[in-house]
């Protein structure tokens, strides 16, 4: 019995601090993926926190200092890697990289952008329930790279969280079927992919970061006048004030959401609500 007990503090101490892949993302969304697939054997951490902005969010040196030693990382495409990823492949040559986006239809956040670089392309590919499907299985196979020992849980992982988001698409599609066709007002274009999944198409009034000017304000009042728009979709990351004043001008309901939350879910869920609650619609 004594041995026993001696034997169990060993071993706890060990079991305690097993080391845990060390994983990044590029944003919360993408964070929360990655933790529901690799559960208790990862460790993940998201480089742009929630609430910050992804446009100009600048890694503390902190962060740089644990990314230094981790194991993957997840890119989207977001504008801050732009500037960031040579320097973060830098900081950790032996450091796997994951791009989102693999195996994605990426479209661009101006409907026939001529441009081809990652700057017109929308890095949003998480709005979709089916893109995150798609990208769960992408960090599936990272994974199973960096640490095959845990296969069986992370493949067991990944296959429950496919089920939640199957679920879920199909609850979305079910609540907007109706209003297929339909447009809805945003202030940032976050909500691309999760428009195209369900037949709606999103009306932004920046594009890029960039406020709108005058002529470009005043074309976005008057599309969505003719589209009979009821509602604005705005977020915590980017200034108000633009939208509060299209939103007077328009006479419409001002709803905030987070396509850069962290509960992916119920971010999603929150979206679908509000566009099928707002009062009328805007069919083309």
Known sequence: MRFLAAACLLILPFSLHAEKIALFASVPPLQYLAAQVGGEAVSVESIVPPGHNPVNYDPTPKQLQRFADADIYIRSGIPFEQVWMPRLKALNPHML???????????????????????????????????????????????????????????LN???????????????????????????????????????????????????GKEPGPKQLVSVIETARQQQITSLLVQQQFSGNTAKVVADELGVELIRTDPLAYDLAASLQQVAKAIAMAPGGARE
């Open 158 to 208: 990944q296959q429950q969280l496919e089920q939640q988001f199957e679920k879920l698409h199909h609850s979305i599609e079910e609540q907007l079927s109706p209003l297929a066709g339909n447009s809805f007002l945003v202030f940032h274009p976050a909500w691309g992919y999760f428009a195209k999944t369900y037949g709606l198409q999103q009306v932004a009034i920046e594009l890029q």
């Open 97 to 155: 990289i994951v791009d989102a986006r693999s195996d994605l239809p990426v479209t661009s956040v101006v409907e026939h952008a001529h441009s081809t670089g990652d700057e017109s392309l929308d890095p949003h590919v998480w709005t979709s329930p089916l893109n995150a499907i798609a990208i769960s299985r992408n960090i599936l196979q990272a994974l199973l790279k960096v640490a095959s020992q845990h296969e069986q849980q992370f493949r």
